[in-house]
Nanobody, 116 residues
Framework: QVQLVESGGGSVQPGDSLRLSCAASGRSIRRYSMAWFRQAPGKEREFVAGIPYSGVGMTYADSVKGRFTISGDNAQNTVYLQMNILKPEDTAVYYC?????????WGQGTQVTVSS
């Protein structure tokens, strides 16, 4: 199985940028479809961005299209989420997700707070 560790969260102002990292160990990320989810206080966890194991055809939630970019580095076995033009509504705990034929793994999450 794969272990996932997120990092890169923090407190920023509206309009700022952050890059989240999801470091995988135990298995190569090439074996998985990888994704980022987020969960705001009092809300359900929601999909943010995904990258299939082929590395082609990223998908994004409508709320982040044009602002967020998901990418993977096979050599580093790491998936990134570049977040630009952050808004207060992006405030949430961000989770990394790995999926292979229904076997799903989660990281522990990293907090992102956007506030003026």
């Amino acid at each position: 199985q794969v272990q996932l560790v997120e990092s890169g969260g923090g407190s920023v102002q509206p309009g700022d940028s952050l890059r989240l990292s999801c470091a995988a160990s135990g298995r190569s990320i090439r074996r998985y479809s990888m994704a980022w989810f987020r969960q705001a206080p009092g809300k359900e966890r929601e999909f943010v961005a995904g990258i299939p194991y082929s590395g082609v055809g990223m998908t994004y939630a409508d709320s982040v299209k044009g602002r967020f970019t998901i990418s993977g580095d096979n050599a580093q076995n790491t998936v990134y989420l570049q977040m630009n033009i952050l808004k207060p509504e992006d405030t949430a705990v961000y989770y990394c997700n790995a999926n292979n034929a229904g076997y799903i793994y989660w990281g522990q999450g990293t907090q992102v707070t956007v506030s003026s």
